[in-house]
């Protein structure tokens, strides 16, 4: 199974909600990403986890939360968002930064709207 | 994160090799270079990557030039499904925990 599967695959949110976005992988990696990426630019990396601990937020705002739970999983709650956020969201992982030949593997992402 | 410098877009016709250009030329001794592409609707998938020397596998070869200034992606015989956004990125053996994505190649097949 070389796959990172994310959900829901389309989100509709209003300014005021709360929802959360998924990740899941069952290869055994232990480094496991969130990235954004706006239509017709490339993906900008937002949180790096680490066996489980968050190790990299690139100062993104506090409105995302992320949260790994378990080496498997990945979540990203999102709260208050601005329309400017509506954007395709993806997760990846890797095995542990052994050295930077590690490749990451990316799931298909999360298009989230805010309206 | 040294940078990387690719032309926005190329166009190859179908069954031809294809040969995408990267530009690179402050990259450190431990910098490694990979390349992602992105089809669309779809996250980025790993084609290949290396260090010094000239690298191949089943999807591409990777040429590196002698002083590691620059890289050539080469797929060997375009079709259809190659069609995407190719990115060339430097990857840090310090830090190496991020990828750091640059503006990459929008690479057009023609059939």
């Known amino acids: 199974d070389t796959e990172v599967t994310q959900t829901p695959k389309h989100l509709v949110m209003g300014m005021t909600n709360k929802k959360s976005l998924k990740c899941e992988q069952h290869?055994?990696?232990?480094?496991m990403y969130w990235y954004k990426q706006k239509a017709k630019k490339p993906p900008e990396l937002m949180f790096v986890?680490?066996?489980?601990?968050?190790?990299i937020n690139e100062s993104v705002p506090s409105r995302f939360s992320p949260e790994c739970p378990n080496s498997s999983l990945l979540n990203l709650h999102l709260h208050a968002l601005q329309p400017e956020d509506s954007a395709l969201y993806l997760c990846?992982?890797?095995?542990?930064?052994?050295?930077?030949?590690?490749?990451?593997?990316f799931g298909s992402g999360t298009q989230l709207s805010v309206l | 994160d040294a940078k990387t410098t690719q032309p926005n877009s190329m166009e190859s016709n179908e069954e031809e090799p294809v040969h995408l250009p990267c530009n690179h030329s402050?990259?450190?001794?431990?910098?490694?270079i990979h390349w992602y592409r992105q089809l669309p609707s779809q996250g980025p998938e790993y084609v290949i990557h290396?260090?010094?020397s000239n690298v191949n596998n089943r999807m591409a070869s990777l040429a590196i030039a002698e002083d590691r200034k620059s890289s050539t992606l080469i797929l060997h015989r375009a079709t259809l499904r190659d069609a995407a956004v190719y990115y060339c990125?430097?990857?840090?053996?310090?830090?190496?925990?991020?990828?750091?994505f640059g503006t990459g190649t929008r690479l057009t097949i023609i059939p």
């Open positions: 990846a992982s890797s095995l542990p930064s052994q050295g930077a030949w590690e490749k990451l593997f």
């Open positions: 402050t990259i450190s001794g431990t910098d490694y």
């Open positions: 290869m055994g990696h232990r480094a």
């Open positions: 290396g260090l010094t």
């Open positions: 990125i430097l990857r840090s053996n310090f830090g190496n925990e991020k990828l750091t």
């Open positions: 986890y680490s066996y489980e601990k968050l190790s």
